[in-house]
């Protein structure tokens, strides 16, 4: 439960605004990262990170910046979304980046106006 | 090739029943099937998972069945409880390459009545 921690959880923001998302996990593992996911649709994943270095980026559009400081904590940079961006933003870990169980987060959920 | 494709959408079954989920795949590479129940306000947690060199894997009330020629595998909920009531994911992960990384199928909404 409280192994992947992330805030906010609920934030509402205009299209001008810009915000972050966190996450942090307290289970020692050395790969990180971020879905998105909306409605009806599949979980989509939009960036990976192993050791603090990102190893994948799903096409995802550069208004969504992702940050690894540290094998615990990631970020999601968020600036000029549009509306279609609302969604539920979850964060996993795992013990490393392939065959490995993944941990998540309870998500943000994140309404653009 | 990623797709994995998951139905029924939502199902209500009734206390005692039994619940049937049921997805498909395309890529021949994945080689690890897991499913996650989701609840409400909570991310995906892992439920069960199956490799494809055996048809059937039993946790207490869930059961995976895997057919590898049809490409296809099912979540069985026996004895369905309320405390079942979740979203239910299914998915797709091979070893290397693009198939390294998990593919969800779109979700199953299960509510367990009394």
């Known amino acids: 439960e409280t192994g992947v921690t992330q805030t906010p959880r609920h934030l509402v923001m205009g299209m001008t605004n810009k915000k972050s998302l966190k996450c942090e996990q307290h289970?020692?593992?050395?790969?990180m990262y971020w879905y998105k996911q909306s409605a009806k649709k599949p979980l989509e994943l939009m960036f990976v990170y192993n050791f603090k270095e990102q190893t994948e980026n799903n096409s995802v559009p550069s208004r969504f910046s992702p940050e690894c400081p540290n094998s615990s904590h990631l970020f999601l940079h968020l600036h000029t979304l549009q509306p279609e961006d609302s969604a539920l933003y979850l964060c996993?870990?795992?013990?490393?980046?392939?065959?490995?169980?993944?941990?998540f987060g309870p998500g943000t959920r994140l309404t653009v106006t | 090739q990623q797709q994995v494709k998951q139905s029924p959408q939502s199902l209500i079954v009734q206390k005692g029943g039994i619940s049937i989920i049921n997805c498909a795949y395309e890529n021949t590479a994945f080689d690890y099937f897991p499913w996650y129940q989701q609840f409400p306000g909570k991310g995906p947690a892992l439920l069960i998972a199956i490799r494809p060199d055996v048809s059937e894997k039993k946790e207490g009330r869930f059961t995976i069945s895997f057919n590898k020629s049809a490409k296809q595998f099912s979540l069985h909920i026996m004895d369905s409880q309320p405390g079942d009531s979740a979203t239910y994911f299914c998915?797709?992960?091979?070893?290397?390459?693009?198939?390294?990384?998990?593919?969800f199928g779109t979700g199953t909404r299960l509510q367990v009545t009394l």
């Open positions: 998915a797709g992960r091979g070893n290397a390459g693009t198939a390294s990384k998990l593919t």
């Open positions: 996993a870990s795992s013990q490393g980046d392939g065959n490995y169980e993944q941990y």
């Open positions: 289970l020692g593992h050395n790969a």
